[in-house]
């Protein structure tokens, strides 16, 4: 996720990387965040994995996250992004809305408040998908959201 949101903001996907330490740099990207209003969050709070891979197909959502509450923390929020087949669907399937394509949303109606549902390519490496047409699919809905980047 860390290199997309390099590549979107900064046009430098090894920006948010401590290359050093093999890890990320913290500060920066809380700053990032900060800086765009940009709040992060599983769809699910506990999952299995039904094979030793990070494939979606393999993945069992054991407790899923309250997401009404967590909007009730967050009363400025409109869009939320979806990183994957998996999590889209499920949020798809607990408020009745349309799975979007790859790159595009849905509008979907939680607790009377009105949202835009985007799904995005998974940000994980094992994503057969190049980082730089990943970061295209990020930057074209950020631009969506936050208008000019």
């Given at each position: 996720?860390?290199?997309?949101?390099?590549?979107?903001?900064?046009?430098?996907?090894?920006?948010?990387v401590d290359e050093e330490n093999k890890t990320f740099r913290k500060e920066l990207i809380t700053a990032l965040l900060q800086e765009?209003?940009?709040?992060?969050?599983?769809?699910?709070?506990?999952?299995?994995?039904?094979?030793?891979?990070?494939?979606?197909?393999?993945?069992?959502?054991?407790?899923?996250?309250?997401?009404?509450?967590?909007?009730?923390?967050?009363?400025?929020?409109?869009?939320?992004?979806?990183?994957?087949?998996?999590?889209?669907?499920?949020?798809?399937?607990?408020?009745?809305?349309?799975?979007?394509?790859?790159?595009?949303?849905?509008?979907?109606?939680?607790?009377?408040?009105?949202?835009?549902?985007?799904?995005?390519?998974?940000?994980?490496?094992?994503?057969?998908?190049?980082?730089?047409?990943?970061?295209?699919?990020?930057?074209?809905?950020?631009?969506?959201?936050?208008?000019?980047?």
């Amino acid at each position: 996720m860390w290199e997309i949101m390099g590549e979107v903001f900064y046009a430098d996907s090894r920006r948010l990387v401590d290359e050093e330490n093999k890890t990320f740099r913290k500060e920066l990207i809380t700053a990032l965040l900060q800086e765009k209003g940009i709040a992060i969050f599983d769809t699910a709070k506990a999952v299995r994995r039904l094979q030793g891979n990070a494939s979606d197909k393999f993945l069992e959502v054991v407790e899923k996250t309250d997401i009404p509450a967590l909007l009730e923390e967050i009363p400025l929020c409109h869009d939320i992004v979806c990183t994957g087949q998996k999590s889209a669907e499920t949020l798809c399937e607990d408020f009745g809305a349309a799975v979007p394509k790859m790159g595009t949303y849905s509008t979907l109606n939680i607790t009377g408040r009105a949202m835009r549902l985007w799904r995005m390519p998974s940000s994980s490496r094992a994503y057969p998908m190049k980082l730089v047409d990943k970061a295209r699919y990020y930057a074209a809905m950020m631009e969506s959201i936050f208008g000019d980047l």
